[in-house]
C-alpha cells in the first residue's frame, strides 16, 4: 500500500505560479512513476505531467513549456511546478502513483483555481 498526502493547491490569478507537493509514504520501494493529473468541472480526469524512476518525464501538449514535474527520491515526493497559470487550468489535481507491480495509487486531490 501506498499512501498520498497532497499540498501546495490554492487561489492565484492568471500568470500566476504554484508548486503542488505530493508525499508518498508505505510500500515507497515499490514506487516506479509519480506524476499529476487534473479533471475539470464537466470534464474526463487527464494527464497533466508524469516522471519515472529514471527521471524521464511525460507532459500533456497543452503544458509542456509551463509546467515542470520533478521528484526527490530522498523525501518520495513529487512536485508540478505551474507558472503562466491560466484560468482555463482551473481543476482539482491529483498526484498519482504506479508501483512496478502495476498498481496505481491517487491522492485526495488539490483544488487550484486560476481567477482575478
Known amino acids: 500500500q501506498v499512501q498520498l498526502v497532497e499540498s501546495g493547491g490554492g487561489l492565484v490569478q492568471p500568470g500566476g505560479s504554484l508548486r503542488l507537493s505530493c508525499a508518498a509514504s508505505?510500500?515507497?520501494?515499490?514506487?516506479?512513476?509519480m506524476g499529476w493529473y487534473r479533471q475539470a468541472p464537466g470534464k474526463q480526469r487527464e494527464l497533466v505531467a508524469s516522471?519515472?524512476?529514471?527521471?524521464?518525464?511525460n507532459y500533456a501538449d497543452s503544458q509542456k513549456g509551463r509546467f515542470t514535474v520533478s521528484r526527490d527520491n530522498a523525501r518520495s515526493t513529487v512536485y508540478l511546478q505551474m507558472d503562466s497559470l491560466e484560468p482555463e487550468d482551473t481543476a482539482v489535481y491529483y498526484c498519482?502513483?504506479?508501483?512496478?507491480?502495476?498498481?496505481?495509487?491517487w491522492g485526495q486531490g488539490t483544488q487550484v483555481t486560476v481567477s482575478s
Open positions: 516522471i519515472a524512476r529514471d527521471d524521464r518525464t
Open positions: 498519482n502513483v504506479k508501483t512496478v507491480w502495476g498498481r496505481t495509487y
Open positions: 508505505g510500500s515507497i520501494s515499490s514506487i516506479n512513476t
